[in-house]
């Protein structure tokens, strides 16, 4: 079964300090894998996407085939990077696709 | 250009009722996908329309369903509605749905309570 888990519901850091947000996954094919992000009072964005091997507001994020993680890294957090983010799994069906969500982690960055 | 616009915005509804949601996807996206949000199972995927067709489907019983008009425009339809039905639906358009390309755009939602 596809399946997209995000261990981590709540991670409080201080500013300047390294994030790292845990997102694994199953899925029997080959996955595409995103970063969301949803801000206060703001609507769900895409933050990444593994395909682009971007870094996007100092996040990256590197997809692990074999350990099937794609966790979310920022070396120095700020406090504008306090949101929810959702780590999401593109499954390919027979057309089209559907994004599977994890169940997000709320990261807060505190001064 | 505009968002991803959604109606109503909330919607409190009795249960047995049914309602209709509708979603204005960004001009030129052919795709708009729905997801339902609940605190206890997150975002879950209700199902896809391109081109007028529904081309993916999650695991939702058959009280839920959607169409989507010529102009990329849709719509979902819950009926007989039960008190887990409330949520927060989301409503997310892209250009083709192709995961290649896949960025989606998402709307504000539309916030229904059943009583």
């Known amino acids: 079964a596809q399946r997209v888990t995000q261990p981590e519901k709540l991670l409080s850091v201080f500013k300047g300090a390294p994030v790292e947000l845990k997102c694994n996954y199953s899925y029997s094919g080959s996955p595409e894998l995103f970063w969301y992000v949803q801000y206060s009072r703001q609507r769900l964005q895409l933050l990444l996407r593994h395909i682009s091997r971007e870094s996007i507001k100092g996040f990256t994020a590197d997809l692990n085939k074999g350990e099937t993680s794609f966790h979310l890294k920022k070396p120095f957090a700020q406090e504008e990077d306090s949101a929810m983010y959702y780590c999401a799994l593109s499954a390919q069906g027979q057309a089209g696709t559907a994004l599977i969500f994890g169940k997000g982690t709320t990261l807060s960055v505190s001064s | 250009k505009a968002g991803v616009t959604q109606t109503p915005r909330y919607l409190i509804k009795t249960r047995g009722q049914q309602v209709t949601l509708s979603c204005s996807p960004i001009s030129g996206h052919r795709s708009v996908s729905w997801y339902q949000q609940t605190p206890g199972q997150g975002l879950q995927f209700l199902f896809e329309y391109f081109s007028e067709t529904q081309r993916n489907k999650g695991n939702f019983p058959g009280r839920f369903s959607g169409r989507q008009f010529s102009n990329s425009r849709s719509e979902m339809n819950v009926s007989t509605l039960e008190l887990g039905d409330s949520a927060l639906y989301l409503c997310?358009?892209?250009?083709?749905?192709?995961?290649?390309?896949?960025?989606?755009?998402f709307g504000p939602g539309t916030r229904l309570t059943v009583t």
């Open positions: 997310a358009s892209s250009k083709t749905g192709q995961s290649s390309s896949y960025e989606q755009y």
